[in-house]
């Protein structure tokens, strides 16, 4: 058989994999770049959780979509940009508008709060992306991230021991799967020494027996200054 028959017979599967209407709900679901439960892809398919496994078994088959393992959960994403691309051209052949991910979590938790020793929530979420976008995390193994030069020489102008961190016996950097924004916001050791700082800096406050984190007036201004981040 020939490369041509190959590629037709791929490009068949995957259109049929789309092409299932439950599935295509599924996948529609997940262009906003968050990602959900099987539970969520469920209900949102209109189908049973057992269902709803298949589905997504084949989905994963053919590489559409990727799972991540977080605690006892897994979480469902597109597979990367050009599975988004086809989707996209599809919606714009199909014609019509979708609706926007809402969470549902209480807002003053939502914000800004810790994730066991890392900033988590939408400013977790908005200072991982700053960092990605400043060229200062460059993607790893997994979801590991290390520091490019000018990371490791912007993180060291803030203050942080950049080589101190690297001897803690634990992951370095790595992208943690946030539960309220369903994006990710920096874990590990580096995730650890920014909010520390953050702290001692006085950026953010913690508030009394609880995770939730507020920005401070300094804090905003700082962040605006040094990562460009509005918060």
């Excluded at 590489?63 to 597109?78: D, E, M, P």
């Excluded at 101190?164 to 539960?179: P, S």
């Excluded at 309220?180 to 909010?195: K, N, P, Q, T, Y």
Aim: aromatic share 6%; glycine share 8%; proline share 3%.
């Amino acid at each position: 058989m020939n490369v041509e028959f190959h590629r037709d017979a791929a490009a068949s599967r995957i259109a049929a994999a789309i092409g299932e209407p439950a599935r295509a709900r599924m996948l529609y679901c997940l262009l906003d770049n968050r990602a959900r439960s099987s539970t969520e892809l469920a209900v949102v398919a209109g189908v049973s959780p057992s269902t709803a496994s298949v589905h997504l078994s084949r989905l994963t088959t053919e590489q559409l979509i990727k799972v991540v393992a977080q605690g006892k959960h897994r979480y469902y994403s597109l597979q990367g940009p050009e599975v988004a691309g086809v989707l996209e051209g599809l919606s714009v052949l199909a014609g019509g508008s979708r609706s926007r991910f809402t969470p549902t979590t209480p807002n003053h938790l939502r914000a800004a709060r810790t994730c066991y020793d890392h900033m988590a929530g939408a400013l977790g979420v908005a200072l991982h992306d700053r960092l990605k976008a400043l060229g200062w995390l460059a993607n790893g193994r997994g979801r590991a991230y290390h520091l490019t030069p000018s990371g490791n020489r912007a993180l060291a102008d803030l203050g942080i021991d950049v080589e101190e961190t690297k001897r803690q016996r634990r992951r370095f950097a790595f992208a943690c799967l946030d539960w309220s924004e369903r994006r990710s916001h920096v874990g590990g050791a580096i995730g650890a020494a920014l909010l520390n700082l953050a702290l001692k800096r006085k950026w953010v406050s913690k508030e009394l027996d609880s995770r939730v984190l507020a920005v401070t007036s300094l804090g905003r201004r700082e962040l605006l200054a040094r990562f460009g981040l509005q918060a």
